[in-house]
């Protein structure tokens, strides 16, 4: 034992926004916690992920309602700037990605903040490789527990010629101070396809590149096929079913071989998808296999006696709302407070596209798989009244998925204007069960979007 190491209650791998809120309410309860961080207090979301890209798309939406002015509501000439972006994201999103405020948000509530890598050594025992001055080696031992909440980093796949190029991840699309010429995007998820139409809209050639047969993969093919339409009409070329073989960097532009053809691209952003990194942590030492891409956890998020895990690293989801969620019921189960185990039969995301793609709960597909008699309806919000108003941009359409026999949603998809706003009604039936006779009854406002899931109800039969 060295004069730094320290007994606490409970100590938290890694501060992203489910580790930060554990650590805090923790510590706000009177127990001794540590949070151990090896980059920044508040994780990807506030400097790598939601909050600066959803600046990002605000500025870019700013710019295609400023053109969609023009034969609407006079002429309007559009000029775009990337300085008062990149401005916004150094200064009001990330201090220039420093965390001073988050960091004294925990230690004011009583937190021990330790910066630096931690890893499981022994049960109850984390051992903090750490950084900067001083640096070396920190054991913590906890008396109640571990919590690991140490999120997932970018994965970048296997492909010849990548590894040693200076390809963008998010971290670097979201940390840039140019747009680039021409960008292309490896991977058509949330997160290509919003930081592509972003550059799109900002002047940038953008070509998206997708193995699987659609956009947006995870969700409803109508959802994909209806981005790859919009992003196409915007000029990005949209390629799905395709896989990158090669990308060669001669200096100043990327090559990406794919399906015998040659795109080429001044950057190239790699969006395809996240990994965990479990040995890194050291689960081995209190029983979890390594080579697992996610911790088992049960309804508690128990995943060994005396640790926890939340967030992306549990593959329920990488959400900012997941992870809370997640951290919510973790303090509880700490404290010994009255808690219900988590539900995930109602999960809801957003991709921040415009249109906004906005689902909860089952696709059609999944509900299928799961053997579920299915009723679904698909109605188009330019048909609706206030689509029809829209007129520029309106672009969407409701889908649900009916549990026929039980006559409650199972799913749900808001696609359009405002999908991500619309989806709460949506997820409020899907969450709570609410009969679809029951949601057919409602007064919908009108002329408003959400009143689209009246005509989708109608389509159900
Ligand atoms: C571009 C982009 C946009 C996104 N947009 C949204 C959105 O709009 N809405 C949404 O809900 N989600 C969004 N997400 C996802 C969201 O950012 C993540 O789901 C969320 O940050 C996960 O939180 P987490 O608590 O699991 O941990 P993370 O945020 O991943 O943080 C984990 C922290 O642990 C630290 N750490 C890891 N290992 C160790 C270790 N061994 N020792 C010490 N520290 C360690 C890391 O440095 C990191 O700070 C987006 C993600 C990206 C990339």
Known sequence: MTERDQDVDVVVIGMGPG????????????????GVEARLVGGECPYWGCVPSKMMIRAADLLMEGRRVNGMAGAARIDPSWAPVARRIR???????????????????????????????????????RFGPGGGRQVLRARRGIVIAA???PAVPPIPGLAGTPY?????????????GSLVVLGGGAVGAELGQVFA?????????????????????????????????????????????????NGASFTVTTGGRELTGD??????????????????????????????????????PGVWALGDITGRGAFTHMSMYQARIVVADILGEPVSPAQ????????????????????????????LQVRTSVYPIPRSARGWIHKAGNDGFIK???????????????????????????????????????????????????RAIEDALAGLG
């Open 201 to 249: 809209r900002f002047g940038s050639r953008v070509t998206v590149v997708e193995g699987k047969g659609r956009l947006l993969p995870m969700e409803e093919p109508e959802a994909g096929d209806l981005l790859a339409e919009v992003l196409g009409r915007e000029g990005i070329g949209v390629h799905t079913g395709q896989h990158v073989t090669g990308v060669g960097h």
């Open 151 to 153: 999120g997932t980093a």
């Open 400 to 450: 649900l998925v009916e549990e026929a026999g039980a006559g409650v949603l199972v799913g749900a998809t808001s696609a359009g204007p405002t999908g991500g706003e619309v989806l709460g009604a949506l997820a409020v039936a899907v969450h709570a069960r609410v009969p679809v006779p029951v949601m057919r009854q409602m007064i919908y406002a009108y002329p408003t979007f959400h």
């Open 91 to 129: 200064d009001e999103a990330t201090d220039n990605w420093d965390d001073k405020v988050a960091a004294d948000r925990f230690t004011g509530k009583g937190g021990i903040l330790v910066r630096g890598h931690g890893r499981i050594t022994a049960s109850g025992e984390v051992t903090v490789t």
């Open 344 to 371: 995930y039969h109602a999960v809801p995301r957003v991709t921040f596209t415009d249109p906004e793609v906005g689902a909860v709960g089952l696709t059609e597909a999944q509900a299928r798989e799961r053997g």
């Open 168 to 180: 963008w991840t998010n971290r670097e699309a979201i940390e840039t101070e140019q747009v680039p």
């Open 267 to 304: 950057a190239l952003l790699v969006a395809t998808g996240r990994r965990t990194d479990l040995a890194a942590v050291g689960t081995g030492a209190v029983g979890i296999d390594e080579s697992l891409p996610a911790i088992p956890v049960d309804g508690y998020l128990r995943a060994a």
């Open 19 to 34: 580790g930060e809120y554990a650590a805090g309410t923790l510590a706000q309860a009177g127990l001794a916690v540590a």
